[in-house]
């Protein structure tokens, strides 16, 4: 069973950066795509990007040009670099591992996790 475990959240001002990592704890077929939501209150669960094994990415809208999310294999990790955050961004943010198919992106799309982090709380001010 893969642990997923998130840190790098807290408070942090309009404009500023935080990077989230996310380590899983053991390769499995799931990891090999690999994402961010998020959640703030009131709100569904939203997708915030993907990337799979070969480190091709997608980037939701909301944050393209903003937010950028990378993989470490060597350290079963992925990332998300925030720069020039918005209040708006404030949110639980959710590491996750997308069923394997053959399109990642198309799961990612779908909304097919497998497992979810506990989550860590950004909070832009």
């Known amino acids: 069973h893969v642990q997923l475990v998130e840190s790098g959240g807290g408070p942090v001002q309009a404009g500023g950066s935080l990077r989230l990592s996310c380590a899983a704890s053991l390769y499995t077929a799931s990891s090999i795509c690999m994402a961010w939501f998020r959640q703030s209150p009131g709100n569904e669960r939203e997708r915030v990007a993907a990337?799979?094994?070969?480190?091709?990415?997608r980037t939701e809208d909301s944050v393209r040009g903003r937010f950028t999310i990378s993989r470490d294999r060597s350290k079963n990790a992925i990332y998300l670099q925030m720069d020039a955050l918005k209040p708006e961004d404030t949110a639980m943010y959710y590491c996750?591992?997308?069923?394997?198919?053959?399109?990642?992106?198309?799961?990612?799309?779908?909304?097919?996790?497998?497992?979810w982090g506990q989550g860590t709380q950004v909070t832009v001010s």
């Open positions: 996750a591992t997308i069923r394997p198919s053959v399109d990642c992106f198309w799961s990612f799309l779908k909304g097919h996790v497998v497992q």
């Open positions: 990337i799979n094994f070969d480190g091709h990415t």
